[in-house]
């Protein structure tokens, strides 16, 4: 199947614009593929070029070299087939603060050369809990409010390819999760997601792959199952009936950790690798007459691995 | 052709200044009135008449003018300049537009106000001194000519200011000169030799003198020149405009 966004080779580098600011090469020979119809994840630290990379897409930022397919558009050369299947929610609230929630929204839908339809831009500002703004400036609005107002200008023009960056940042709890539900039913209608988020935990529960951006380079695309499996470290906690003041010296060849105040003995293993020892290590634990009333495993969250993918970045040097 | 967008922006632009329309008109009807009076009643009775045309009457085209290019220059740069300054660019440089078709609506929009506005101080006019129009169509003609060429210039100022000063800057240093050595209060001939050939080099000289040629039939210059040169002049413009696009100029980095 072809890719829905298809980015080879891209790369871009910042002018400098002297005297104070040098060059700055925020994305390094990207190549990505997007799928039709998938939940795809940007994970990266601050200033890793996820924005840079939106903003190439999108057009609002010019590529220094490589080339982005849009649903097979060149996004320069064919750049209205391109944008049109697009939309757009960016990082920062960009509003115009005095024209009032149905004009903007109205709007963006005009830009996109698409007729008039109340009936649809009502629908978009009442799933966004927006319909009883929506003669309000756009000023009278809350932090929150805002970034929903950018959903709802980027839904307007009914887009196949939606850009979502960081699109619950200042949004609350209650409406974050209103706001996951229409992520899903987006992608369950066929529009494809991109987004890029700070918390973790919401690729994990969201994404169908994830990929991750570090200094400009994209340094891994996975599926978010494969990658759970693939990088993730289990856990298993025993939980012991009476509490150790140190790990007993004849289980020292499992290298356990002594965790909760000395009531339960932490293994870690991979789960990719071909002998766990977990066999092994209850044999011993038994053997030493150490007797425990429960057992958990933990596997490692998408968080986790993440840290440790960016750590082990050798360029990255963290203060 | 995008039209819808064209008109998206278009009303957009146009809804922008209605909602702060007493401003808008006002400022520009109390300032030419007070030209009127000033000029055209307390130092107009002491002068003499301008081939055969009152010189209250001879202000009317030169102070219509006068408003239509700071009007047109200030209304175009800050429409493009305040998407740049607020933000809101990003969903213009995102949208299936046509640069041509941003201008449209931007420049479309501004000349519309300023023409508007050119009309009501035409009106304001007949209030204070005697006005005839000779060539209705030709007023029209240079009217809506002067105020896209412009608004093209404000778009222009508008795309490369950064700064609010800037925004300012030009229209007060450049466009405010050009206008009032541009022949508003005064017939060309009325200067010495050296500075009639100077004054040549003004390219409002041609509007204005176009524009007073359709009132009164008179002229400093012959209207097929008038006209050569506010095309030239829009011309100019619409090349800058172009070449900022294409480059990206201060819109994308
Ligand atoms: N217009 C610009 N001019 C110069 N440098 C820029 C510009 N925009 C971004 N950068 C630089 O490019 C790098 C990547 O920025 P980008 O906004 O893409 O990061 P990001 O991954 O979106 O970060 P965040 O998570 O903080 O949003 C940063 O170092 C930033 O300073
Ligand atoms: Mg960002």
Same mark, same amino acid.
């Given at each position: ?18 005297? *104070? ?13 997007? *799928?039709?119809?998938? $939940? ?45 299947? %697009? ?63 950018? $959903? ?60 991750? %951006? ?27 009936? /009476? ?11 499992? *290298? ?14 991979? /789960? ?48 | ?19 702060? %329309? ?36 001879? +202000? ?41 078709? %941003? ?13 508007? +506005? ?60 050009? /206008? ?31 524009? *007073? ?33 294409? /480059? ?6």
């Amino acid at each position: 199947m072809q890719s829905v966004i298809s980015v080879t080779h891209l790369s871009k580098t910042y002018a400098a614009r002297p005297p *104070r600011q040098a060059a700055f090469e925020a994305l390094k020979n990207v190549n990505l593929e997007i *799928r039709r119809g998938e $939940i795809f994840a940007l994970l990266g630290p601050n200033g890793a070029g996820k924005t840079t990379l939106i903003s190439i897409v999108c057009g609002i930022v010019t590529a220094s070299s490589g080339q982005v397919l849009v649903d097979g558009h060149d996004n320069v050369k064919e750049y209205r087939a391109a944008r049109a299947k %697009i939309g757009l929610v960016p990082q920062e609230l960009h509003t115009d603060a005095f024209e009032t929630v149905l004009k903007t929204v109205s709007f963006s839908r005009g830009l996109w050369g698409l007729a008039p339809n109340p009936a649809h831009v009502e629908k978009v500002l009442r799933t966004l809990s927006l319909w009883d703004k929506k003669d309000n400036q756009v000023r009278a609005l809350s932090g929150g409010m805002k970034r929903r107002l950018m $959903i709802a200008k980027a839904l307007a023009h009914e887009p196949q390819i939606l850009f979502l960056d960081e699109p619950t940042a200042g949004v609350d709890v209650e409406l974050r999760k209103d706001m996951w539900n229409l992520v899903r039913q987006l992608r369950a209608s066929g529009v494809t997601i991109i987004l890029t988020t700070h918390y973790i935990q919401e690729a994990e529960e969201m994404a169908d792959r994830v990929g991750v %951006i570090s200094k400009g380079s994209l340094i891994l695309v996975e599926e978010k199952a494969v990658l759970m499996r693939k990088l993730g470290k289990k856990q298993l906690a025993l939980h012991l009936t /009476t509490k150790l003041d140190a790990v007993p010296a004849a289980l020292a060849a499992h *290298r356990l950790e002594l965790a909760a105040e000395g009531s339960e003995l932490v293994y870690s293993y991979d /789960t990719q690798a071909e002998r766990t020892g977990i066999t092994a290590l209850l044999q011993d634990v038994a053997s030493v007459g150490i007797r425990f009333n429960d057992v958990v495993t933990k596997e490692s969250s998408l968080e986790e691995i993440f840290v440790s993918l960016v750590r082990r970045d050798p360029a990255e040097r963290r203060p | 052709m995008n039209l819808r967008a064209i008109k998206s922006i278009y009303v957009f632009e146009m809804s922008r200044w209605f909602r702060t %329309i007493m401003q808008s008109i006002l400022s520009p009807v109390i300032s030419t009135s007070l030209y009127f009076i000033v000029f055209g009643a307390a130092i107009g009775s002491r002068m003499t008449d301008i081939e055969g045309v009152e010189y209250g009457s001879f +202000l009317v085209p030169g102070l219509i003018m006068l408003m239509l290019l700071t009007q047109s220059t200030a209304n175009a740069s800050f429409g493009i300049y305040f998407p740049k300054f607020v933000g809101t660019i990003y969903e213009l440089l995102s949208a299936p537009v046509s640069y041509f078709e %941003i201008v449209c609506g931007y420049v479309g929009g501004a000349a519309t106000k300023s023409i508007l +506005l050119g009309l009501i101080i035409l009106a304001t006019a007949y209030l204070f001194v005697p006005v005839h129009i000779l060539h209705p169509l030709w007023m029209v003609t240079f009217l809506v000519l002067t105020a896209v060429t412009f608004s093209l210039l404000g778009f222009i100022i508008g795309i490369w200011a950064d700064g609010f000063e800037k925004l300012q800057l030009v229209p007060l240093l450049i466009i405010t000169p050009l /206008t009032f050595l541009g022949g508003s209060f005064y017939s060309i001939d009325m200067l010495p030799p050296f500075w009639q050939t100077v004054t040549l080099f003004n390219p409002v000289v041609y509007l204005i003198s176009g524009f *007073r040629w359709a009132f009164y039939g008179l002229a400093d210059v012959s209207i097929t020149t008038s006209l050569v040169m506010t095309f030239v002049f829009l011309a100019a413009c619409l090349t800058v405009v172009a070449r900022i696009f294409q /480059t990206g100029y201060r819109l994308k980095s």
